[in-house]
């Protein structure tokens, strides 16, 4: 067009130009508006496929300044592929990528070091322009040496979490999984397994975590966490597979919040969280900061009602700075607190008088038992005539009083029947410095116990239990993600659910190492290793006055 233009227009009509200069900026917009896929057809719901690889999988003898090209079989998200690609051992240099429309080129500016096998791996983030992500992470293998190594770790997140990071640490050196990054890196695909394979002799530790910000190292706190129930020798050929369990933790131990004295020999502690063991009072220390010398702590015991305080009672405080440290106590990850605090002790006496905080019936074929809850511990002998019948409020009865802990109590009478009207009096509330609460009666009626529930006929799962070593393991039977039943065993062997309502179950298990009769997660510092889990089953059905049997629970 333009040859035609230029003879047969020349310079003779410029308003002709100017029309044909649109007709041809025209059919160049037309042209880019249709630079893609055709319209129409089925939407596209698959993730991109990794086509082909440069230099080809296996290469050996690999230049030092080589270069990775990689293909894909439809448009990318190129910031998708950036969070997708790994390299093990990640060079030393910054890696640089050259995007185009369907192939990406990886370089080294600082080159490839000799003699090492490096794996390349696209996790499952690497998304088309739709959003769709790969199902399954991609790998391939060259070395700059003669061989490859051939040693391998796979695994997988027990919650099937996807794009998640493993990463592996080699135990010849420091691990320091704050501050590197793994060695070895691979992200989990869309069912939460990954595989860290061509890996060289040696002793490694994995963890694995789910990386929020992208920077491919831990942040405690932030992203959830999975550590290994032991480490794992690699030799050559060898495998070794690993379910691992994350969740999200603090990022430090349990600390002091505050400390309030509520008066000269008694101490009120506050932690920033629930702690599932408490101290010891071996474990806490008080020191007057002015003369050096400790004060004596006679009893802890945890707040009546709040799970974040415990009471401490101490020798007489003066009105002088104290530092108390606590090194115990270990919260629900299995933290140990290590902390310190300073406070102003008080002089003043113990004026406040205790207070009614919970009073509760329950009764039984046999028993009522009354639960009652203090502001403060009270005198127990005088709670045995706190309860009284009759409109007189005379008719005194019978009861065991039994101290759950100080400031928690309970009542229990076999003269009481269901319909009995009783009355409370607070004022029989005596604290040991002679405080007396306020006197008010508190009348309640004894309600008859529960109807016994109808026997369920349910059926019965059973199996077999397969472990090496120590026990005890506890077997869960999952509802969902919520355990309806659990076993306990010492020894491999049969066990069995009975009475189990229909429907559809799992079973997990896991070796308890430390007895508590939960999971542990581990920790990372100090470096403590999870306990042993499996997950046996994740569809059993279960079917009234049926027995599903032939079930292994085995830790490999």
Known sequence: MIIYYNHIVGKKSGVFKALL?????????????????PPGGPADDTGPMIIAVNPPAGQTDTGLNTSIEIRVNEWYKSDSFRNAFFMSPEPESRIKFKFGLKKITVSFPGSLQPDQTYVMTIGADLADNQGNRMSHSYTSVFSTGWKLDYGLISGKAAEDKAGYIAALYPLDQDFLPLEKKGKYLTQSGEDGSFTLPYLPEGDYRLILFGDKDGDRIYDPGEEELGLPHCDIPVRNDSTKGLLIRTIKRDARPPMIRSVNPRNAETVEIVLDR???IPPSVKQ??????LSGKPVDINRLYPHPVDSLRFILDTS??????YMITISGGIDHWGMTMADTFFFTGVTEADTIAPALLEFEISSDSVDTRISVITSEPVVKNPLTRSVVTGDSLKDTLTFKVKEIFPGKYELKSAELAPGDTIHFRTGVLTDAAGNTAKDSVITRIVTPPPKPKEKLIGGSISGQLSFEGAGPVVIRLLKGNKSTAEIVRNMPGEFQFKDIESGFYSLEAFIDGDGSGRYSYGL?????????YTLAADSIRVRAKWET????VKFD
């Open 274 to 276: 629930k702690i599932e």
């Open 316 to 321: 007489a405080l003066d009105t002088v700075k």
């Open 284 to 289: 806490i220390a008080i020191i007057d900061t």
């Open 21 to 37: 200069s649109a007709c041809v900026l025209f059919q160049f917009i037309i042209g880019c508006a249709n630079f893609g896929p």
């Open 524 to 532: 990372l510092d100090p470096f403590t290793y999870s306990e042993k």
């Open 549 to 552: 049997g032939g079930l292994l």
